[in-house]
């Protein structure tokens, strides 16, 4: 039994009622990882399961069990991620309490958008969805930001953006 | 929370060998089930986790589409036969929650999240008739806005939050039960049930029973479909009203038509008085007027959810106008 955190194995804790987010913050320390709302209306604490961004505060630890859960630690490894530069650049954040989860959520939605996946708003749902501005803004929706610092983080996100289909 | 066991089940035979205990839960994503039971509402004392199970999407011989319980909402959503053939469903699902919950949500457990409302969900301080029958209706002369205005009783006015299920009855699905008396077939319109007297009962699943499939007809209207939300800010909250619907016209007139509303009802609401009364008539505005006044002349709103009986009349009549092509 254990989870890939960043690339290390950790042992599943005993206790089932023992959260994704608990595990990483209390017993690994990984505070890059948010708490904000503890029932999944903020995003703070969203990680990457397998790639893809989930709320860790909706997830039981033991669910990850053989899975390979990815922190902002990760993302960023040694130096910085593209994303946390482009944030900076861009004002795309005050207090930064949101950013770690912006930063693993949009890393996930670049992703989706390279894959060809709608969203809500995207106009032909069997055309492959291009990345605007208001896509952006739809996707970007399940993190909110209390700076209200959403102008700077869409200007980071679509620079990033640009930059890999350059 | 509960000290709790957690299995992950390998396969239905195993998990239905474990669902049968009273004090265990199924777990999909957990993104209903894992809040509650932080919430003190649910106090499972053993988890058996049903993701491992069938997820697959799959066109029938018949010409529909079986998708399984374990399918994550956004693989629903994303998949290339939903989006070109019902396109209805797949933008319900994209209306819903947040790309995060919808990776984590299963099909099964997006139609077994409970009715809810925020008095629901404080254990600590209300009262409550779903959470502990006979307790009161903290909502009945409270914060009455998100609430339903069709289908409720005086016990309960709470409505079925799910975006999914809106589409899922308007496209006729079916839901693929296994129990302990085996397998069994239920429509989706027939599955959530009506508070009545009995609130906390809110679908035809009987303990130990597991969802393992839902499976879409193939639609004579779903190509032609809609779906559309309309909420309090514009993405990542529940509908205050919403419609599915699918439509065709010859000739002017309404060949066949599929609606249902979400938000406004205690469960999935099928428009089946409307889309009578639009069968074989002329499509036009007027009629599709005509045809929601009827549907919703039995609503009986909460004084601050009032408004949605006409915001449910102006979103309907928006769509079918749309889908009809008459605003073209
Ligand atoms: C902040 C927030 C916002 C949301 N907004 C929306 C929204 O706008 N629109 C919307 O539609 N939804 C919304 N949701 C709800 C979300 O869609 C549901 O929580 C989700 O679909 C539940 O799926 P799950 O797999 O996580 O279920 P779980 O939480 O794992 O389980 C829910 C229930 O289903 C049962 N269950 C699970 N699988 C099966 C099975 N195979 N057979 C029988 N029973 C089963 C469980 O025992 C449990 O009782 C929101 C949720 C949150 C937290
Ligand atoms: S509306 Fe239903 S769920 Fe909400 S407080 Fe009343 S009884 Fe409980
Ligand atoms: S802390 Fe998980 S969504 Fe807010
Ligand atoms: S930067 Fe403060 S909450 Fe987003």
């Known amino acids: ?166 | 929370m509960n000290p709790l066991s957690y299995h992950r089940a390998l396969s239905t035979a195993d998990a239905l060998s474990r669902a049968g205990d009273g004090a265990a839960r199924l777990l999909g994503g957990g993104t209903n089930l894992v809040d509650l039971m932080r919430k003190g509402v649910e106090r499972p004392s053993a988890l058996v986790d049903v993701t491992a199970l069938p997820g697959t999407i799959e066109a029938t011989a018949e010409g529909g589409l079986l998708i399984g319980a374990a399918a994550r909402n956004s693989a629903v959503a994303a998949h290339p036969l939903v989006r070109s053939q019902y396109p209805m469903l797949a933008r319900a699902i994209l209306a819903g929650a947040s790309a995060q919950i919808r990776n984590m949500a299963t099909v099964g457990g997006n139609l077994m999240q409970r009715t809810r409302c925020l008095y629901f969900q404080d254990a600590a301080a209300s009262r409550c008739n779903k959470r502990i029958p006979g307790s009161g209706c903290e909502a009945e002369g409270g914060f009455n806005r998100y609430h339903a205005i069709i289908g409720t009783s005086p016990s309960c006015i709470a409505t079925h939050p799910s975006d999914m299920c809106v589409a899922l009855a308007a496209l006729d699905a079916r839901i693929h039960v296994a129990g302990a008396a085996g397998m069994r077939t239920i429509p989706l319109v027939d599955f959530h049930l009506l508070p009545g007297d009995r609130p906390d009962i809110e679908t035809l699943l009987a303990p130990g029973d597991i969802i393992l499939a839902v499976e879409i007809p193939p639609s004579p209207v779903a190509r032609n479909s809609a779906y559309r939300k309309v909420r309090d800010r514009a993405s990542y909250a529940f509908a205050l009203v919403s419609v599915a619907a699918g439509l065709s016209v010859r000739e002017g007139s309404v060949e066949d038509v599929r609606i249902a509303f979400g938000g406004i009802a205690p469960k999935p609401w099928r428009a089946f008085r409307a889309e009578a009364a639009l069968r074989g008539g002329p499509a036009t505005r007027e009629a599709f007027e005509a045809a929601v006044i009827e549907e919703l002349a039995g609503a009986t709103p909460p004084p601050e959810a009032a408004f949605k009986v006409e915001l449910a009349r102006r979103t309907l009549v928006a769509v079918l106008t749309e889908l009809s092509g008459s605003d073209r």
Not at chain 1, 49 to 72: F, H, K
Not at chain 1, 118 to 123: L, R
């Open chain 1, 1 to 166: 039994m254990a989870i890939r955190i960043n690339g290390a194995e950790i042992a599943v804790p005993d206790d089932a009622r023992v959260s994704l987010l608990g595990l990483l913050r209390e017993q690994l320390h990984l505070t890059g990882t948010k708490v904000g709302c503890n029932q999944g209306a903020c995003g703070a604490c969203t990680v990457l399961i397998d790639g893809e961004r989930v709320l860790s505060c909706l997830t039981l630890a033991v669910q990850a069990d053989e899975r390979s859960v990815t922190t902002i630690e990760g993302l960023s490894g040694a130096g910085s991620h593209k994303l946390q530069d482009a944030f900076i650049e861009h004002d795309g954040l005050q207090c930064g309490y949101c950013t770690p989860g912006q930063i693993c959520a949009a890393d996930a939605m670049l992703r989706e958008i390279a894959a060809g996946v709608p969203s809500y708003i995207t106009a032909d749902l069997a055309a492959p969805a291009r990345l605007t501005r208001e896509e952006v803004r739809e996707r970007m929706s399940g993190n909110l930001c209390r700076c209200g610092a959403h102008n700077g983080i869409v200007d980071a996100i679509l620079q990033v953006a640009a930059e890999r289909t350059a």
